[in-house]
């Protein structure tokens, strides 16, 4: 064999596994079809789209909130295409950075897309159409997803665009129709929105991130309002149609109330997206996806042939860089003969809006469906010292643990540097930590992690102390 394992796939899950690969002495390539590294999340998702919200949120508080930190500004506008330029340069820094630690650890990286000719045998064909056929003792598939569509929402990339073409428009929308309040609805949403697009969600279900707890989809609502968004819930979209210069999105309210119709300049599809194996030649290999186009695993990762393992977005669960990353040091290790784990319920979602929101464990929706008894325990960021400081009130964190053992079963916030706060919830219930055990840990004053901490003396039955 040319390499004891081959990596498909450069994105965070893929990159990350052929590292750790490597450090553990395997003979390692890995396989982009584009011409540079990183995948979805560097080039298209995470990286360039918290660089357009940082963007955004400076903008925004420059024109809205520096005045009354006695900072005048006259005369401020928007320089658009900087904006767009300093997002690239944040992209190519940080592709450029993976790129180097291929070198570091000795992976060849091959460019070109990689199809199954066997089990054993992978064929990459270049941009160029050149192909060459590489060998492996492992393979992993680690190819990611693709923006999702459906029939009635044909993507043009002109006026109705995905994700992708929405981090690089032309122009500030002057009415973004937003198909999907869901993460990526509401992050790219709210950046137009603070540019100073009007913009309409139009959203199947009663809420927004419906799929987190709902306490965070109506707080987040209520701050995404504050830029002037507009909501319509319980929607299913019938039509959408470029028309030239706009776009003409139908809908139907699914709970029998008025029908939808809205016109825009844009459209943005954010319904989820897809595991994208388009192209790996599956059965060459003995494989095949399932209805959803997910490749079946089990729980080492391994799919039915067991030298081919598949993680982050092309198998179940859900679809986050850092999922696809612990899956990646996982089945290195899994190869290895090392016996590695992963608790799937302590992996922490985020939705990088401003105010950030951030969960790990169960919802309170889904202890209650468990039968499960707990006591919750909330505590707003209105209440902290260090959030009126910084003019960040919006938002609060709660708090779920058991109500006979008080150990903590899910935490779910919704404020200023969520994104990082969660981090410590993680560890606390890493450790099985009591909402009682954190709450008797020493906080920093003043600093938003308070109210984690208050959050936790409520839950245990102690009360928030008064800050």
């Known amino acids: 064999m040319d390499f004891d394992v081959i990596v498909i796939g450069s994105g965070p899950g893929g990159y ?14 890995i396989i982009e079809k584009y011409p540079t590294l990183g995948g979805t999340c560097l080039n298209v998702g995470c990286i360039p789209s918290k660089a ?22 006259k005369d401020m506008q928007v320089d658009f295409a900087q904006m767009i330029k300093r997002k690239q340069e944040v992209v190519d820094q940080t592709t450029k ?3 180097f630690l291929m070198n570091k650890n000795k992976i060849t990286v091959h460019q070109g897309v990689g199809s199954f ?3 054993n045998t992978v064929k990459v064909t270049a941009a160029d159409g050149k192909t060459q056929q590489i060998t492996g003792k492992n393979i992993i598939i680690a190819t990611g997803s693709k923006p999702a569509s459906l029939p009635s929402m044909p993507i043009d990339k002109k006026r109705v665009i995905t994700s992708t073409e929405a981090l690089k ?3 500030i929308p002057k009415h973004m129709i937003v198909i999907g309040a869901g993460v990526i609805g509401a992050e790219l949403g709210s950046v137009y929105a603070r540019l100073g697009a009007k913009v309409s969600f139009v959203e199947f279900a009663g809420a927004m991130i419906p799929t987190m707890d709902g306490t965070m989809g109506k707080e987040l609502q209520k701050a995404v309002r504050k830029l002037g968004a507009e909501f319509y819930f319980n929607h299913k979209v019938t039509s959408v149609e470029n028309k030239g210069d ?8 699914t709970k ?6 809205l016109e825009g300049d844009y459209c943005l599809v954010s319904i989820g997206r897809r595991p994208y194996t388009d192209g790996l030649g599956l059965e060459n290999a003995g494989l095949k996806a399932d209805e959803r186009g997910r490749i079946t695993v089990n729980d080492h990762m391994q799919t039915e042939v067991p030298h081919i393992y598949a993680i982050g977005d092309v198998i179940r669960g859900a679809m986050l860089a850092h999922k696809a990353e612990e899956e990646g040091v996982f089945v290195a290790e899994t190869i290895a003969g090392q016996h590695p784990h992963i608790n799937y319920l302590l992996i922490p979602n985020v939705v990088y809006t401003w105010p950030e929101v951030a969960g790990v464990g169960y919802t309170e929706e889904e202890l209650k469906a468990k039968g499960t008894p707990y006591r919750a325990g909330s505590f707003p960021f209105k209440a902290l010292g260090r959030a009126r400081a910084s003019m960040d009130t919006d938002g609060l964190v709660k708090v779920l643990a058991h109500a006979e053992t008080d150990e903590i079963l899910g935490v779910h916030m919704i404020g200023p540097r969520t994104a990082d706060m969660i981090a410590e919830a993680v560890v ?6 009591a909402a009682e055990d954190i709450g008797m840990m020493s906080h920093a004053h003043p600093t938003y992690t308070e109210a984690f901490k208050e959050a936790c003396l409520v839950a245990s039955g102690k009360g928030a102390l008064n800050i």
């Not at 590292?19 to 390692?28: S, V």
């Not at 706009?246 to 309210?253: G, I, R």
């Not at 029998?256 to 119709?261: A, D, I, P, R, S």
């Not at 606390?428 to 930590?433: G, K, L, P, V």
Request: net charge negative.
């Open 16 to 29: 990350i596994a052929a590292i750790r690969c490597a450090q553990l002495g395997m003979k390692t390539a």
């Open 52 to 73: 357009l919200l940082d963007s955004s949120e400076h903008y925004f508080n420059a024109a809205h909130t520096f005045a009354q930190h006695g900072i005048a500004i």
């Open 97 to 99: 950075g993976v790129e």
């Open 117 to 119: 000719v066997d089990k």
């Open 169 to 171: 428009l032309p122009e």
């Open 246 to 253: 706009k776009v003409l999105v139908k809908a139907d309210n």
């Open 256 to 261: 029998g109330g008025q029908n939808l119709e």
């Open 428 to 433: 606390a219930m890493e450790f099985r930590a």
